[in-house]
């Protein structure tokens, strides 16, 4: 295996186990915070409206929240991607490591989709298809919306939408996904809704 073939399987490697750990504690709900419905914040400026209740877990610079568990649905908040972060902060974008799903500011939409595309993709997702990329207005600030398909490793398949917004040289993501059998139907008109509510305060 030459270098480059390692440095994309330990990448994978990362985001599959901060995707794991995601897992875990949405799997373990017992005891968590609730989301209650109302105005709700993900770090300390970052705000979306919620019409229903949520599990809630929180890691140092992200949340996930589920209704019904991980693997049914998740919708994951990260208030601030960093300049050379990678999307879903599982590393930084290096001279050993130049190629990835790193954020810079001044993204066009279609870049910042791409950019979203490709986190997923390198954390395992397969036949990603995305669709209705559009402008949308984040409070004061402007971003871009758009819906994904996609299946995971077992070949369950999965619909998602996804919120993303530029505030002071960083990214604020919102990425909502649920299976597409029962789950994301019930709730997708009321998570498009929430995502509209999105902003940085």
Request: net charge positive; glycine share 8%; aromatic share 8%.
């Amino acid at each position: 295996m030459n270098a480059a073939s390692r440095r994309s399987q330990s990448l994978s490697t990362r985001l599959l186990m901060l995707l794991g750990v995601m897992t875990l504690l949405a799997a373990c709900s017992g005891g968590s915070p609730l989301v209650k419905p109302g105005a709700n914040t993900a770090g300390s400026r970052l705000v979306i409206d919620s019409e229903m209740e949520w599990t809630r877990f929180s890691g140092s610079r992200y949340q996930v929240w589920t209704m019904d568990g991980e693997l049914l649905n998740r919708l994951y908040l990260i208030p601030a991607v960093r300049e050379g972060e990678h999307v879903f902060l599982v590393t930084r974008q290096s001279r050993r490591r130049p190629d990835g799903a790193f954020f810079h500011p001044g993204a066009r939409p279609d870049e910042i989709r791409d950019l979203i595309v490709d986190g997923l993709a390198a954390a395992g997702a397969v036949n990603i298809r995305t669709e209705n990329l559009r402008p949308a207005s984040f409070g004061q600030h402007e971003g871009v919306r758009f819906e994904v398909r996609l299946t995971n490793q077992e070949g369950l398949e999965y619909q998602a939408m996804a919120a993303a917004f530029e505030h002071d040289r960083t990214l604020a993501l919102a990425l909502f996904i649920a299976t597409s059998e029962y789950y994301y139907p019930r709730d997708a008109a009321k998570v498009d809704r929430m995502l509209g509510t999105l902003r940085w305060r």
